[in-house]
């Protein structure tokens, strides 16, 4: 969970002990002050939404939400807006949102004038420095070129090993670059691996 500096949050408390639904800072109870959360769409929506119900909101809304992508939490003020990863730190940065949900993947390529509130436990992955399997991305002094989503993420950490490489953004199925000879390695999130497995491909490193 992130929030712009400056903005007031309270604590949630939920019925359930050593629930993370109790360090949720959410502002319940603050009379006449409109909290507007911004959600990352897909998985971590679900999950967002289950712990939000844990913490005692009406989430049914947004369980039957159709097309919509801003709704409100009945008999409370707080607005639930859906977005892309990395609208959800536009948002907040821009103070539109006062907190958002978001991977940490997406604060480390993304985020600027945000600060990170709470480890929320949920969509664990790493980020991996991944090839052909029985490959060595190390090996022979050659130019490299790595393919990721995470051009900032990647070019950041080989800066700090002191190497010099290309970086090609994808947007899609990363996994293809190197099976069609664009890169010589990935930098993608995993999370089991199998769709590296799946395509014949093997994490070198594990490197955030």
Do not use: W
């Amino acid at each position: 969970m992130i929030k712009r500096s400056q903005k007031a949050v309270a604590r949630a408390h939920s019925e359930e002990k050593g629930d993370f639904a109790e360090q949720i800072p959410i502002c319940k109870g603050i009379e006449k002050v409109m909290i507007r959360i911004a959600l990352t769409k897909g998985r971590i929506e679900k999950q967002a939404a289950e712990l939000l119900s844990r913490c005692g909101y009406d989430m049914s809304e947004l369980a039957e939400k159709g097309r919509k992508l801003i709704f409100h939490v009945p008999e409370e003020d707080i607005e639930i807006v859906l977005a892309k990863a990395a609208d959800v730190i536009t948002y907040v940065e821009h103070g539109v949102c006062d907190v958002g949900m978001v991977g940490a993947d997406t604060i480390m390529e993304h985020a600027k004038s945000v600060c990170e509130l709470l480890d929320l436990n949920f969509g664990r992955c790493k980020f991996a420095l991944a090839g052909l399997r029985g490959g060595n991305f190390y090996d022979g002094y050659g130019h490299k070129v790595i393919a990721s989503k995470y051009p900032h993420v990647t070019k950041t950490y080989f800066t700090e090993k002191g190497m010099d490489v290309e970086v090609v953004k994808i947007e899609g199925s990363v996994e293809l670059a190197p099976l069609l000879s664009l890169s010589d390695a990935i930098v993608d999130i995993v999370e089991t691996g199998a769709t590296l497995r799946e395509n014949g491909l093997e994490v070198y490193e594990e490197i955030a």
